[in-house]
């Protein structure tokens, strides 16, 4: 299965990776609409980590074993089988943070309606994840893994 | 005969079942359970009651969970007697289900201390789906209600009944509210809330009478505190907290404390006997001992670990604590482990308090390692500082960064890092 792979050697730390998730993210998917109209703005479901000179972006790692699967109170949270994806059905979300409170990532948050939680989907309509393919330095790879 | 007999069916026995069909996809599983359609989210009861969730968003597991996993449930059936020597349960109709391993997930009930009148109509407890019908039920007719204990219960329900119109009082024999899982800065905090959203609170008192009405002495119409002080309601909630249900076990081998005391893997001290949830004494990593830990993601793991052991994988818990994340009344919070230090020990505590924005943070540090985390408002960063605190990681380096808004993986240092996250 593929996923997200970050190259920290190669990050700039330009944030262009969290741009470009918001678009994807967006109504709009246009990024002057998504900035500048859509209220509550998109969040970002990659966040850029910055301590200089370390810098790399972090994303939901889609875990084997996935604590916030396990610690999900509504059941929002599942781990497909087939494609290994952890998948967040929004509907079913309560936003009790649960999960926000297990991922070893900090990569679940609050959505900006602050009622239920966001995370990477590895943006599955695209072949590839929007912050891969508009990473101008090759920071983040898309690629096959071992589960 | 059935190879797995499960006694309950919440977060712990479909834990077990889920992770008994990961290691053996044919040996029979029977399931059995009180409840008619048991697969629903506890923690969602107050939802039904505020409206926020109908039955069908409760559904913790789809409909078609028994028949995927190819379980036999026996649900609205009790399991009224544990026979050891023979390896079988008798159900309430008279009939048996032999087994060859058994876990008991029984779970707790409301505890309900004495008070004069409980037995009045209006008088509920809060922790089933049928409790919160039939509460739901009465809230057209009902205006005031009083809500005795201020826990994670107490304060669930009084939401919900207040986002229906209800005026609420709510009761708390502490000092504080949620004092078992705040400090009382937080704690101060979320009172501040819940008061705003007209909630009485009365503190350091109980209930110790429940009065009827002028027309009818067995229907609810008010409620003496222990100060003498009298308020009228039509409701009153008993939310003081869950006990293990243990009849089960009652007169058998199988050792109890408060709860079934488990080992690592969830074996009792029978062999082929396992229990888990909130009827098990489960291990607590902080406080280094078992302990009674009745939390809905620590009993669906526990129900993981049971199934994995009872179907020949060993797997062992790796220690829970006392854990909570608070939505109540819009004010965020995550809680934890340690969150009230004794003074007299070796803690040593940091906090960050920013008034105008409401954030409070605190993490107690005992030799280096976390050891407590409470997250007021800014929460996002809380999996992170749970990470470091399981694998016990000494902060020494890095402790002033934890409660920053910049803090992140990249605040710890490199070699860290990659010891706590191997993969990336």
């Known amino acids: 299965m593929k996923r997200i792979v970050a190259k920290e050697e190669f990050c700039m730390g330009c ?79 309560i936003g009790c943070w649960t999960c926000i409170m297990v991922c070893p990532y900090g990569a679940i948050k609050m959505d900006a309606s602050g009622k239920v939680v966001s995370k990477c989907d590895l943006c599955s309509e695209l072949d590839v994840p929007a912050c891969v393919a508009n990473c101008p330095n090759g920071a983040l790879v898309y690629k096959e893994v071992k589960p | 005969m059935s190879k797995y007999v499960i006694v309950g069916a919440s977060a712990a026995g479909i834990g077990a079942v889920e992770a008994i069909r990961e290691v053996d996809p044919v040996g029979t599983i029977t399931v059995i359970s009180e409840e008619p359609c048991p697969r629903y989210s506890r923690p969602m009861i107050s939802d039904l009651v505020s409206g926020k969730a109908n039955f069908e968003k409760m559904k913790w597991r789809d409909d078609h969970f028994w ?195 488990v080992d690592r893997f969830m074996r009792t001290n029978v062999s082929d006997v396992y229990a888990s949830g909130d009827v098990a004494e489960t291990y607590d990593f902080v406080f280094g001992a078992n302990r009674l830990l009745p939390l809905w993601p620590l009993a669906q793991l526990e129900g993981k670990v049971a199934g994995y052991n009872m179907a020949g994988k060993k797997a062992g818990y790796p220690g829970g604590t006392a854990m909570s994340a608070l939505k109540y009344f819009g004010i965020p919070i995550i809680s934890i482990g340690v969150v009230n230090p004794k003074e007299n020990d070796a803690y040593e505590i940091l906090t960050k308090h920013d008034p105008e924005r409401n954030l409070y943070k605190k993490i107690v540090l005992k030799d280096n390692v976390i050891v407590g985390i409470t997250l007021v408002n800014d929460i996002e960063k809380a999996g992170i500082l749970f990470h470091l605190m399981k694998n016990c990681a000494k902060v020494k380096k890095f402790k002033q960064e934890l409660l920053s808004e910049n803090f992140g993986l990249a605040t710890l240092p490199r070699s860290l890092r990659k010891k706590l996250y191997p993969g990336e």
Do not use: W
Request: glycine share 8%; net charge neutral; hydrophobic share 40%.
């Open chain 1, 15 to 93: 944030g262009l990776c969290e741009v470009y998730c918001t678009v994807q993210h967006s109504k709009s998917k246009d990024i002057v609409k998504a900035y500048n109209r859509e209220h509550p703005r998109p969040l970002s479901r990659v966040r850029l980590e910055m301590n200089q000179p370390v810098s790399f972006a972090i994303q939901c790692r889609h875990c084997e074993d996935a604590p916030c699967v396990t610690a999900c109170l509504s059941g929002a949270m599942q781990k497909d089988e087939a494609t290994g994806l952890v998948t967040h059905d929004a509907e079913k979300c």
């Open chain 2, 67 to 261: 028949d995927k996993n190819e379980v036999q449930a026996l649900t609205g059936r009790t399991a009224v007697s544990l026979n050891l020597a023979d390896k079988y349960i008798a159900l309430d109709k008279g009939d048996c289900v032999n087994f060859e391993k058994l876990l008991i997930a029984t779970g707790g009930r409301p505890f309900v201390p004495k008070i004069e009148g409980a037995d009045k109509e209006g008088v509920f407890t809060f922790t089933t789906l049928s409790d919160a019908e039939r509460l739901a039920a009465k809230i057209e007719t009902a205006k005031r209600v009083v809500v005795i204990g201020a826990g994670l219960i107490g304060v669930s329900v009084t939401e919900a009944l207040v986002k229906r119109g209800l005026q609420v009082t709510m009761v708390e024999l502490k000092d504080k509210i949620l004092s078992l899982i705040l400090d009382p800065k937080s704690s101060e905090m979320v009172e501040n809330v819940i008061k705003k959203a007209g909630v009485t609170i009365v503190t350091g008192q109980t209930v110790q009478r429940i009065l009827g009405t002028p027309e009818d002495d067995n229907v609810v119409g008010g409620a003496v505190f222990t100060s003498g002080d009298q308020v009228q309601c039509d409701l009153v909630i008993i939310a003081i907290g869950v006990i293990p249900r243990l009849e089960l076990v009652a007169g058998t081998d199988v050792k109890t404390n408060k709860g079934i005391i």
